[in-house]
């Protein structure tokens, strides 16, 4: 056998390997194998530095809009939103880290509102305040959110017991992606 021939039938073999080899895709939304139990991600490591540049592009205009509403329920009782406010935080590195910190979770918790409270002197400082849109629950937990630019951001909002206005609070967090002109629906 010649040289090129045996580096030809080499080449040939590993070609053929690769393409025997099974691929999996992306993974799922979440990062997460599916199956898996869903536990508190670790803070990101590095300093998460707040910077007003970061949130600039969630201050452009969009076409994008979120219409949410409360699903929540807690050993069969159910919860209600209706007049609390909802927060809608784009999502930075330092928010990504902030959200890590406070809610055990980048994608989405549901928290005693005492406990995220409790952790707030963990979290990276700063004030994103001024790029946070705001919005109400009305009175059947439902709420939206227009004008918005492709992006991900985080919606928090807290809720209580139905008819117990001075019930246990909770403090629901989940990350959302807006994208192509569209409106996303989101139940917490």
């Not at 080449?11 to 997460?32: D, E, F, N, Q």
Request: proline share 12%.
């Amino acid at each position: 056998m010649t040289r090129f021939s045996l580096f030809s039938a080499v080449g040939l073999s590993a070609l053929t390997l690769a393409a025997c080899a099974p691929t999996l895709g992306p993974p799922p939304p979440g990062g997460r194998p599916m199956g898996r139990p869903v536990r508190p991600e670790p803070p990101p490591s590095g300093p998460a530095s707040f910077s007003a540049a970061d949130f600039a592009w969630a201050q452009a205009p969009g076409r994008n809009g979120i219409q949410g509403q409360l699903g929540y329920r807690n050993g069969g009782g159910v919860y209600t939103c209706a007049g609390s406010g909802v927060v809608l935080t784009p999502e930075t590195p330092w928010s990504r880290r902030r959200m890590t910190v406070l809610y055990g979770s980048a994608e989405r918790a549901a928290l005693p509102a005492d406990e995220v409270r409790k952790r707030t002197p963990s979290a990276p400082p700063g004030d994103a305040g001024p790029f946070v849109k705001r919005t109400t629950c009305d009175a059947n937990s439902r709420f939206s959110f227009t004008g918005l630019p492709n992006g991900a951001w985080y919606a928090i909002t807290i809720a209580r017991p139905a008819g117990q206005p001075q019930g246990a609070t909770v403090a629901l967090m989940r990350r959302v992606v807006t994208r192509g002109g569209r409106v996303t629906q989101v139940t917490f």
